[in-house]
């Protein structure tokens, strides 16, 4: 059992972590107390053309008590920060990636048995929690101090060596590998679309205007003469800029996947100039 002991995150329990957590063990007791339930939402890679609802189902059902109490314990101290500094639609949606991630190389690397368990999204939240912040402490059975780091770089590796070697210990360790992976490829990609849109932030001044000193004009006194932009006029441009600003700082609080049709063409249209610059 491994968890972070305090490193500036408090101990609150945030709304979409909360609700996870509520939503397993509801599943949980559900498929305790009628069993055919966890057959049917059960992740099994030869049966997926025809249960396609168990690529995602599958990261809320457990195979005992102890295999949710550690993903829940996980969910709990890794994913609060997470979604206090992402907001919820971005952490669930990591989540829900995460749980996909794991679904795909189950069925990729053909594991025979049955899939169940968060772990995938977990393993998921571990990577992005030591992205953030690998040097947080991270104590094993809460008394040995780990970075985080290191701690889901050995994670990630025992799951390869065992996935690799075809240990039968009852354990999906692909799955957890897939939850790895793609929240590894997920965070690189918002991470690239986030730095470009700082980049297109900054590559947009906020005044276009030039003056030369020194012109003359009819009168033959010299005179000083603001000139227009060839491409865009500055009301135009302040109304562009202010409105960037704003989408970056709501991709900031709640991802991409947040903004409307009108906020992608504002960004459509500075990249458009951005280019012709």
Same mark, same amino acid.
């Given at each position: /059992? ?10 609150? =329990? ?26 049917? =939402? ?29 993903? /829940? =314990? ?36 053909? %594991? ?5 368990? #968060?772990?995938? #999204?977990?393993?998921?939240? /571990?990577?992005?929690? #030591? ?5 947080? @402490? !991270? %104590? ?64 947009? @001044? ?19 003469? @603001? ?19 704003? !989408? ?10 947040? =903004? ?18």
């Amino acid at each position: /059992m491994a968890f972070h002991g305090s490193y500036g995150f408090g101990w609150g =329990l945030t709304t979409w972590v909360k609700r996870l957590l509520i939503a397993n063990v509801a599943v949980f007791f559900l498929c305790w107390l009628q069993p055919v339930v966890g057959r049917y =939402l059960a992740l099994d890679p030869s049966l997926v053309l025809n249960r396609p609802w168990t690529i995602l189902t599958y990261g809320f059902v457990h195979g005992g008590f102890w295999h949710l109490a550690f993903n /829940m =314990l996980a969910l709990f101290f890794f994913g609060s920060p997470l979604e206090a500094r992402w907001g919820g639609r971005e952490f669930l949606r990591f989540y829900l990636i995460s749980v996909l991630g794991g679904a795909a190389f189950s069925f990729v690397f053909a %594991y025979h048995g049955t899939v169940v368990g #968060a772990s995938a #999204a977990v393993y998921g939240i /571990m990577l992005a929690f #030591a992205m953030n912040w690998p040097d947080a @402490p !991270v %104590y094993i059975f809460g008394i040995f101090p780990v970075k985080a780091k290191w701690l889901v770089a050995g994670l990630a590796g025992i799951s390869l060596l065992s996935g690799v070697s075809g240990v039968q210990d009852g354990t999906a360790h692909f799955a957890h590998l897939g939850g790895f992976v793609a929240g590894f490829l997920y965070l690189k990609l918002f991470d690239s679309v986030s730095a470009r849109l700082r980049r297109l932030k900054k590559s947009l @001044p906020r005044s276009r205007f030039s003056v030369i000193s020194g012109a003359k004009n009819d009168g033959g006194a010299r005179s000083t003469i @603001p000139v227009e932009p060839r491409r865009l006029r500055r009301r135009d441009e302040e109304r562009l800029l202010d409105e960037v600003d704003r !989408v970056l700082d709501k991709i900031s609080e709640s991802g991409l996947a947040s =903004l409307s049709p009108d906020e992608r063409r504002v960004l459509d249209e500075a990249s458009r100039r951005y280019r012709q610059n």
